[in-house]
């Protein structure tokens, strides 16, 4: 494997676990907290991750917030869930395009979760 794949590699798998560390604090900021579990945010753990991520999309449905911001968090984890199973591919295949799926995945997922955590904190101070 080259140096560009390794650095390639790396930085894709550090973009994936800062977007979870995102959800994972959009998820604190919920009238009801869900807690996902910490992997000392330096190592990839993807099916422990996947599962996290999956259970927050099953519970969002019951949290009492507005369906706009229910569609935000669900949004959010489905593109974090999408570049998650794509880097398994990217790992096996090397494919620029993949990357490329990967990036907008994460970029998609962090926006609607900056928004989702932006509202849940202005509805805190009201």
């Known amino acids: 494997m080259s140096d ?11 973009a994936l676990l800062t977007v979870y560390t995102l959800i994972g604090r959009v998820c604190e900021l919920l009238p009801i907290p869900i807690t ?15 599962s996290a991520v999956t259970r927050v999309t099953e519970l969002v449905e019951d949290e009492p917030i507005s369906e706009d911001l229910q569609a935000g968090l669900w949004g959010g984890c ?16 090397g494919e620029h395009v993949v990357s490329l799926e990967i990036r907008i995945n994460l970029v998609t997922g962090a926006d609607a979760l900056h928004i989702v955590a932006h509202q849940l904190t202005g509805n805190q101070d009201e």
């Open 78 to 93: 489905l593109h974090w869930l999408s570049a998650a199973h794509l880097f398994s591919r990217f790992m096996q295949t």
């Open 4 to 14: 560009e794949s390794e650095r390639e590699i790396q930085t894709l798998g550090i």
């Open 36 to 50: 996902l579990p910490d992997f000392d945010g330096d190592v990839l753990h993807g099916p422990e991750m996947i």
